[in-house]
């Protein structure tokens, strides 16, 4: 079923104050938001053992505070954020969720037992749920259409480079002076990243698209009108089923990786956390810029070509992830492991770019925020608390209970070929529509 369409004019000229170069700034300002936004999440995932140890937590408790506790903000705010986002100043937006994001992390440093930190957590979850869609948003109005791949690649740089600095930082400082300092480092590392944002301009909402022919300037639709379009478009519907799949099936089983190096080949925090970040830094890296030189070539060719390149890249995530937890050779399972997160690196531009050419101006922040909750549902949920509450329940069952985690691991590291078939899905949908 096809979504109806809007009768418009011509696309207005572009905001005087908006040059190329003003362009790329803004791009990189919004990918130091982004990068502090997964860098928490990195951080707490290196400082899993330390705090099982202090708090004498099972894994699914883990699960339920390092994961769950950041997605509770999801489930109850993050959709309407987006909604407002559609609506608001998206710069003033984001200062907000940036301050926010700094006092909720600072206080879960100053945790002093499992529930502190399970409510102080749960606050985090502004930053990216605030942050992240009037990112998005605003990159749409700042780069026309056939940039848009480009910058989101581009932008997508602040996953691998978050959570190689969260890792690292994490490891190092809470190697020599624990793992509250830890936090109480990330909540500081927020006010460059402030400053940076107060440089930006707020464009024009949808400047390089077809306007309505009243003239009026467009507003966002709200969340029911999205949700009607998504459900009425198979493409989008698969794209979003997609990318929430291969979240879990890349992000989600990387978020236990510190704590299944710990106790399956006898790494210590600090060493499992800069090996992680080093392959999140590195070879992120490496994942992200190949993307965006893809996205160069997919550019100029139909836009089924990019839901079938994010269909091979979310297949391949398979074997990787498959290895890296069924061997018992430590440095065979690192090679793998920097493979998985490589190519866990590579979805996330080309799948944000395909979606802000799929939603019209109205809907993208709001898209961006149900992208961001379907998502997070798999990445802080279901991998968090699944992964640990299907460990925990492997646990006596074992000769070696610390092996559980890597059974655990294994059995969930297939569902790269579930993500695949709906970017499959998804391709045939967009050239049935041509």
């Known amino acids: 079923m096809q979504s109806r369409q809007i009768d418009v004019a011509v696309a207005p000229q572009d905001d005087a104050h908006m040059s190329p170069q003003a362009a790329y700034w803004a791009l990189f300002v919004l990918t130091a938001v982004y990068a502090l936004n997964i860098a928490d999440r990195y951080i707490l995932s290196t400082l899993i053992e330390p705090i099982r140890h202090e708090f004498q937590l099972s894994d699914s408790a ?32 984001i200062l907000a969720a940036l301050t926010a994001w700094s006092v909720m992390t600072a206080l879960c440093g100053m945790a002093q037992n499992f529930w502190h930190l399970l409510i102080a957590r749960t606050g985090v979850g502004v930053g990216e749920a605030g942050g992240t869609p009037p990112s998005q948003s605003l990159m749409a109005d700042y780069f026309p259409p056939e940039r848009r791949a480009l910058a989101a690649s581009l932008f997508s740089l602040g996953v691998p480079i978050g959570s190689a600095v969260g890792g690292i930082v994490a490891a190092s400082v809470a190697e020599v002076h624990g793992w509250r300092s830890a936090l ?32 009026d300037a467009p507003t966002g639709v709200g969340l029911r009108t999205t ?11 698969h794209v979003i089923a997609g990318a929430t799949v291969a979240t879990f099936s890349g992000m989600g089983l990387v978020w236990w990786s510190p704590a299944f190096l710990a106790r399956s080949h006898g790494m210590s925090v600090g060493d499992a956390g800069v090996q992680i970040g080093l392959m999140n830094g590195i070879g992120g890296t490496i994942a992200m810029l190949a993307s ?9 060719r139909p836009t089924a070509a990019l839901a079938t390149f994010l269909a091979v890249i979310t297949g391949m995530i398979t074997i990787p992830a498959v290895t890296a937890h069924a061997v018992s050779d430590r440095q065979i399972a690192l090679i793998n492991l920097w493979l998985l997160i490589a190519l866990a690196n590579i979805y996330i531009g080309p799948t944000l770019a395909l979606l802000n050419n ?10 961006v925020a149900i992208v961001l909750f379907t998502a997070n549902i798999a990445n802080l949920v279901i991998a968090p608390q699944g992964i640990g509450f299907l460990s925990d329940r492997l646990r006596p069952l074992l000769a070696d209970p610390e092996s559980s985690l890597r059974y655990a691991l294994l059995a969930c590291a297939f569902t790269g070929i579930w993500g695949a078939i709906h970017f499959m899905l998804a391709a045939r949908a967009l050239r049935e529509r041509g």
């Open 184 to 215: 109480l480092v990330a909540a500081a590392m927020s006010i460059p990243v402030v400053l940076l944002v107060l440089t930006l301009k707020e464009p024009r909402r949808g400047r390089f698209d077809p306007q309505p022919t009243t003239g």
């Open 227 to 237: 949700l009607r379009f998504i459900l009425g478009n198979n493409a989008v519907f």
């Open 62 to 93: 883990l699960g339920l505070v390092t994961g769950v506790g950041l997605a509770i903000f999801y489930v109850t705010a993050g959709i309407p954020l987006g909604v407002l986002a559609d609506k608001v100043n998206r710069r003033r937006m």
């Open 358 to 367: 799929l939603f019209p101006p109205t809907m993208r922040a709001t898209a």
């Open 292 to 300: 965006a030189a893809f996205m160069i070539v997919l550019a100029r």
